[in-house]
């Protein structure tokens, strides 16, 4: 089933499907060492692309995805935020997952939390989901704060073992988060 992109603007930033012009700042992003620390590896040019091909598939397929984030006032692309379902089975599949990855420069200035909230409201408004999880590596407190900024509250009995991650490896234990769609 194709549909239309769903795109929308926060204060701050415009979330959008991904163009030509992405794929230079979105590798740089992901070769930054400090922004992969919790991410498993850093990605060749080939690799990030290809990323970006699935990324953009998964709009023409679904019209939501991760969304390209650009600065509103500057046009600057950021990185991405927005939903997901996992392709791996994870002990809490089905679900659908809220992630963000953006370019140092715009960390600490709350671009996570408003790009996240909007996709949220896109998840619970929208498409009717019931409840979106997010996780991420049990010692990536800067990604965990931002869970808990936007009204996430951690699932402690629900940490995992990612399955992607080979055993022994420190990113291999995972913190799960959870956010139901708002009642009434």
């Not at 930033?13 to 620390?37: I, K, T």
């Not at 080939?46 to 390209?68: H, I, K, P, T, Y």
Request: include cysteine; glycine fraction near 8%.
């Amino acid at each position: 089933m194709t549909t239309s992109p769903i795109e929308f603007d926060t204060a701050r930033l415009r979330l959008r499907a991904w163009r030509e012009s992405d794929l230079a700042p979105f590798f740089a992003l992901a070769c930054d060492p400090q922004v992969m620390e919790f991410l498993l590896p850093l990605p060749t040019r080939a690799d990030s692309d290809a990323m970006v091909e699935r990324l953009r598939q998964r709009f023409a397929e679904n019209g939501w995805g991760f969304w390209a984030v650009e600065h509103k006032a500057s046009g600057a692309f950021m990185g991405f935020t927005g939903l997901n379902s996992p392709a791996v089975a994870l002990p809490f599949s089905p679900c659908v997952e809220i992630g963000w990855r953006l370019a140092r420069e715009w960390w600490g200035q709350g671009f996570a939390s408003e790009a996240a909230r909007g996709a949220l409201q896109v998840g619970f408004e929208q498409l009717g989901l019931d409840e979106i999880v997010a996780f991420t590596a049990w010692n990536n407190v800067r990604s965990a704060a931002v869970m808990e900024r936007i009204g996430m509250k951690e699932d402690m009995a629900g940490a995992f073992d990612h399955p992607l991650v080979p055993e022994g490896h420190a990113l291999r234990r995972h913190r799960l988060y959870r956010i139901a769609r708002p009642k009434g």
